[in-house]
Structures are given as C-alpha cells and as structure tokens.
C-alpha cells in the first residue's frame, strides 16, 4: 500500500480550497473554468496611469469605465476622506460621532436629501448613471481587493452617495450657511418639534463668509487677442478650498475610448473633475455671493391645528414626518421633521419657525451639468451645457483654442419682487416673498470677448471683470442679484492684468504665484499717519515700535520667505480684521503684535517661511488637521487672501502653536494655453501632493514646488500620458 506524503496531503487541500472560491464558476464534468467578478471584469477595461507625481491618468474603453477607475484611483489615494464625505452626505454623522452631530444629520434628513438623491439617479441619462455605477463600483472593488483598509461604518457604496455629498456640501453646507441659521436656532427648531432639551454641543454645518470673501475664495483669469502671445487664449485656474476635509480637492485625469478627456480637480466623493480642461477649452468657477436662498418666518397660529400657517388671507397646511438618526453605540432616535411649501423648517428665531430654501435645491441635474461642461468641445457646445443652470453658486471664467473668452455671474437665481429685504428672513404669510421662477442664462451679469481682451474674478462683484466699457452695468439688473463688492485679490489681479501689453505664457505662469499683499498699498500711509500721531502724543512707544515702523516703511509689499514683514502685517490684520480703527488702535495692534513675536520667538523679525508653513499631520475623528510645532513641515510663501497675492494660504493661529499652518489656499493651481491650432499646453499644481498616505513619496511632493512657485506638467493628451508615466496598472493589480 503507497502512502501519500503529507506535502502532498497540503497541495490537495489547497487545491480544493481555491475551487471553493466565491468567484462563480463554469464548465463541463471535466473542466472547471473560474470566472472574474463583475468588478474585476470592468477593472480590466481601465487603465490608470502614475505619473511622476502620482497624478492619476484614467484611461477607459467607455466613461464609466473612466469613472470606475476614478472610484479606485481615490479610494487609494485616501479612502478615510472619501467614505467620510459619503457618511456626511447622506446624513450618518451622529453614527460614528455620537450625539454631537445629531443636529446637522437632522438638517440633512429635514431637506429630503436622501430620497432626491435616489430618485433623481433612478431618473438619471444612461450616460450619466454609467458614470454613478462606475464610480461605486471602482471603490467597491478596491474595498473588495483591500480588506485590510479600516472602515469606519460604509461596507458598501451606493451608486447616489455622489448625488447626495454633492447636495450636502454645496446646497446644505454653502447655501444654507448664507441664512445664518445658528447652531442655537437649529436647536432651538430640532427641540420645539420633538420635546426634550439638547444640552451637548453641535457640530456646525460648514459656512460661508458671508460679508466679504475675503479669505474662502478663488482668483481666476483670461485673456485672448492682443494680450497673449500665440493663437487661443490663456486660462488661470486658481480655486482656495480646504486642505483638509469634505471640501478638499483631489487631481485627475479622464480618457475613455468614447473621446472623454477631461482633466481638472474633483472631490473626494465625486466621479469626474468638475472644474478643469479638455484640449478644446477650460473653465473656472469662483464662488459668487449672488441671492440664490432665501428664509421665511413661518407662522403657526393655531393651537387646535398645530401643522397650520398663516398665509395671504388663509392658511397652509404643513407636511410633518418621522424618521430615525442612529446614534454612536446603538441607540436609534425617532425624530420629527416639518416643511412648508417654502423650504424644511430647520430654524426658530424670537419664539418663530424659521424655513429655508437654496435654488434648485429639489432639482436633478447637477452632476450632468459638469458632466456636459466637461465634454464640450466648443463654445457653443459650452453653452448648451450650462444652459440648464444646474450647477449653482459660481462663477465661470471660460477660455477656448478658438480665442474665445467668457465670463458668467452664473447660477439660478429666483424671479422676486422688489422691494423687500432679501438679505433678511422673509415673512412667510406674504405671499409677495415667494420665488416666481429663475432668471435665464441670458439675463445673468456677463461679458464675451472684452474690448480689452482679458478678465478677473475673485469672488467680487461682475461689473469691473474686463475693466472695460464691455462689462455689463449694474442698473442693467435687479437689485438683489449681485451682492459682491471689490477686494484685495481683485486688485492684485487688476494690476497684474494692467502691468503688461502682452503675456507670453512664461510671463502668465510666473504671475500667477504672486505674493504681492497688495492691501499694503492702502495700509501704508495710515501706518505711517498712525506713527506720526503716536510720536507726538506717546513718545515711549513711538521709541518702541521705530525699528519696526522703519523696516515696514521700507517694504515692497512682497512676500518671500525670508521677510520678515508678512509675518507682522498677517499678525495685526488677525486683530485689525477690516475693522474702521483709529490711529491709537493701529499702533495698540502693532505693539501687541511685537510683544508676541518677541515672546514667542525672542525677536519680531520672524521670516514668513519660519513662520508660515505646510504640513499634513494626522486627523481627528472629525476629519480636522492636529497641527504640531514639533513635527516635519515645510516653509511656504502663500499670502492670506485678505492681503492680496495670486498664492493663498488660509493659516490662521491656533492655540498653544508658535508656527501658522495652512488649512487651505491655493488647492488645484493650473495655468492653460488654448494654443488654437497647435496642442493645448498646460501645467498644474496641488497644495499638497495626490496621496494622504505619510508613507507615499507624494504625500507631500507638490508642497515644495508650490512654496517655490513651481509647476508641473499637466499632461493631457493619451501619447504624453504613457510617455511619462512612472506606472501604469489595471485596478486590482497595482
């Protein structure tokens, strides 16, 4: 009798293992033929390739493939964010936070975000649902290829978790915080409709300046004609969004077979690029201010009809339901949620319900809006596919191979009647303060083509963006459309714009990373009247503060890295903050500003680049950066966007920290020539680098360039794809 050898014992077992596997399987008595999964089978119609940055390049045989390879390529380059985006977006905060975000899942759940986002991918074009489809898909591969990644609550992705993050943070993040809403008013709402007493903190629902933009914000540009050299036009792409978070930008590049080729910035949480590059045209969004969302005072008058309000000559009846919030370690809230014809009722103010709505809010077609945007190829085309005005909240800076340029104070903005103060909350009985439609494309503040051949936006107003006699005219529209006025980064860009007679592309690139803190033009003299007052009236500190006042005095207003005077002016303007302060106050900021610095570091002459730095360190639960002084972190040059500069970082001072750190700024940089007949040339640049992994070599790669004012290639077309890719891999088999 022959024994088998216990070697051999082992091969059998594993070979009768692997034909257990999941993976379904095919064939005769005699053969067995195993069979990839569906992800694996779409994975292998994609291909993404690394660049030497570590930009991802997708390449598909159809888009859905393309944003198959988008889901992965961002799961692998920072899963954490983007399963976090989708747990806020579809309103599960309170699930792995606990109580303390209960409130804003409850404004989520009050605006129906949910259920239009399921309704509105079952209504989707079939283009538009490929791309959903793809793109969960593609995460849910890499969840399935990586189990060893940690998760905090999502196994699965649903195809419109991107439908919802897109709602939640634009309408239920920007819109919304434009009304003002406090966290003790949503309370005081949540706890008047469901009983009890909320006594924990809330986590705020992120907000928008709403006075002036002066920090959160975008700078672009355009030019054509006589101001460029070369045919086409150039375009500058410079969007200041956060570092860190839901709002943080993430670098792409998509090709598919079907002639997509679209490259650009998205989110986490996002299929496509939303704002970027084709080889025929690009565009910039920078955020306007215009009157897209308005709040009504509800009022509920009858004790016998608790759902009725009072409107015109009668009353209303409005829509009351339940639902449940899971909270952190098990428990399940029921809760109530209310809404007029108005808006969801998320809001009480001096004893009154307050309801809300932002345009377009309960409309689809967002996501198709870019989509189409994306994919045009000419401005006609362009036009077509911003007609719909699904895409809200900005501005486009447009630019085409044709020479064409176009600015739009884009966004739907409601039909009202005038008269009433729609920056307040409205009455709700009058039905005089309802929306009666939106005005068209056509009637929106714009400018094709300016006399002077070039344009600005930095979130300011429409009127002056080609500083010319081309710009439209403010009587021309009604007077709770725009809202903007000027800034300190407009007027950088007016003087940049102004400084040449004509740009060659080098000259373009250089000056967009300027670090001019251009308010310093208008600050000067009233530092200097403030010093003479201070002379003659208390000598001691004019003695003080004489070396600082001379160093100041002498300054170009330019930030570098060795100034030391970015660091003081950045210092007073915490404390100044635009606030109209008399010549006593001025010098009051600047000696306290002094004694810090000194405190601090020993002397006041602190370099910007000692001071001002880059640095991506771990995060909390709530996705926020823990900044350290003691960890590794880089020198940068960005000026705070209140002061002027092309190059922003958002870098205020936190407690128990000597060193400002950037949370924000210039996030996805691009300069672009539409060169006409000739291949678009382009370069880019990210605050950071395309992976959050500490480990990866471009966790941080592109902060150094950016704090020498460098870009890299952007490579658009597929031969300079593979030529200069530093990898290239099917999802699942990098």
């Keep these: 009798m022959r024994y088998v050898t216990s070697k051999y014992i082992i091969l059998i ?74 747990i806020m977006g579809t309103g599960r905060m309170a699930e792995i936070i606990g109580e303390e975000a209960l409130i804003a899942d409850w404004v989520v759940h009050s605006f129906e975000n949910n259920e239009l986002s399921k309704r509105d991918y079952d209504n989707a074009s079939p283009a538009v649902k490929a791309l959903l489809d793809g793109y969960a898909a593609g995460i849910n591969y890499y969840m399935e290829t990586h189990p060893e990644v940690e998760r905090r609550l999502l196994d699965h992705i649903e195809p419109w978790y991107s439908l919802a993050l897109i709602r939640r943070w634009y309408h239920l993040g920007g819109f919304l915080g434009r009304l003002r809403f406090t966290t003790d008013e949503r309370t005081a709402a949540f706890e008047a409709l469901n009983g009890g007493s909320l006594e924990m903190a809330q986590l705020e629902i992120p907000k928008y300046d709403p006075e002036d933009r002066k920090e959160f914000g975008s700078n672009s540009w355009a030019a054509n004609g006589s101001k460029i050299t070369g045919e086409g036009s150039y375009l500058f792409i410079n969007p200041h969004l956060p570092g860190f978070g839901i709002g943080q930008t993430y670098e792409a590049h998509m090709l598919s077979d079907e002639g997509w080729n679209m490259t650009g910035y998205a989110r986490f949480g996002y299929p496509l690029p939303y704002i970027g590059f084709n080889e025929n045209l690009g565009w910039m969004s920078t955020d306007n201010y215009s009157n897209q969302e308005d709040s009504w005072i509800e009022h509920f008058d009858d004790p016998d009809n608790p759902l009725a309000y009072r409107y015109g000559d009668g009353t209303r009846e409005a829509t009351e339901w339940e639902g449940e919030i899971k909270i952190k370690g098990g428990e399940v809230r029921t809760v109530k949620y209310r809404k007029t014809h108005h808006g969801a009722v998320v809001a009480m103010r001096d004893g009154k319900f307050l309801s809300g709505m932002m345009a377009r809010y309960d409309e689809p077609g967002w996501l198709d809006q870019w989509y189409n945007m994306g994919k045009a190829s000419n401005i006609d085309e362009f036009t077509t596919a911003i007609e719909p005005q699904a895409m809200q909240f900005g501005n486009i800076m447009y630019a085409d191979d044709a020479g064409n340029i176009w600015y739009i104070y884009n966004g739907a903005v409601p039909i009202r009647t005038e008269g009433y103060d729609y920056n307040a909350a409205l009455d709700g009985s009058n039905p005089e303060t309802d929306w009666q439609g939106y005005h068209t494309l056509q009637q929106l503040p714009q400018v094709k083509n300016p006399v002077s051949n070039m344009m600005q936006n930095t979130n300011t107003t429409p009127f002056n963006a080609s500083m010319s006699e081309s710009d439209a005219r403010p009587e021309d529209y009604p007077s709770y459309m725009v809202r903007e006025g000027d800034n300190a980064r407009s007027q950088n860009a007016r003087r940049i714009l102004n400084k040449y007679d004509q740009f060659d592309f080098e000259t373009w690139e250089r000056e967009s990373l300027d670090t001019t803190m251009i308010i310093w033009q208008e600050l000067a003299p009233q530092f200097a009247e403030a010093y003479a007052e201070t002379s003659a009236g208390n000598p001691e500190r004019a003695e003080k503060l004489a070396p600082v006042m001379e160093m100041l005095q002498a300054w170009d207003g330019v930030a570098t890295l060795e100034s030391p005077e970015p660091t003081i002016l950045t210092d007073w303007g915490d404390i100044w903050r635009g606030r109209d302060t008399s010549a006593e106050e001025k010098m009051n900021i600047l000696e306290q500003v002094v004694d810090r610095l ?137």
């Design 598 to 734: 000194v405190e601090d570091w020993g002397t006041y002459e602190v370099p910007w680049g000692e001071m001002n730095r880059a640095q991506r360190p771990p995060l909390n639960e709530q996705g926020n950066p823990i900044f350290s002084d003691d960890a590794p972190s880089i020198a940068t040059v960005g000026v705070p966007g209140w002061t002027g500069g092309s190059q922003i970082a958002f870098n205020n001072r936190r407690d128990g920290l000597k060193r400002r750190y950037k949370t924000g700024g210039n996030s996805y940089t691009a300069v672009v020539h539409f060169a006409g007949s000739e291949r678009t040339k382009s370069r880019s640049i990210h605050v950071f680098g395309a992976s959050v992994d500490p480990n990866s070599p471009h966790n941080m790669d592109q902060a150094q360039m950016l704090a020498n004012k460098q870009y890299k290639p952007a490579w658009l077309y597929l031969d300079d794809v593979q030529a200069n890719a530093a990898g290239s891999y099917h999802p699942g088999e990098e």
């Design 13 to 86: 077992f594993a070979l009768f293992l692997s034909s257990c596997s999941s993976e379904t399987e095919t064939g005769s008595d005699d053969t067995m033929t195993a069979e990839p999964s569906a992800y694996a089978v779409q994975a292998a119609n994609v291909t993404i390739h690394r660049d030497a940055w570590g930009v991802p390049h997708i390449h598909g045989k159809t888009d859905g493939d393309a944003a198959f390879g988008m889901g992965y390529a961002q799961a692998e380059d920072n899963f954490a964010q983007l399963e976090l985006g989708f």
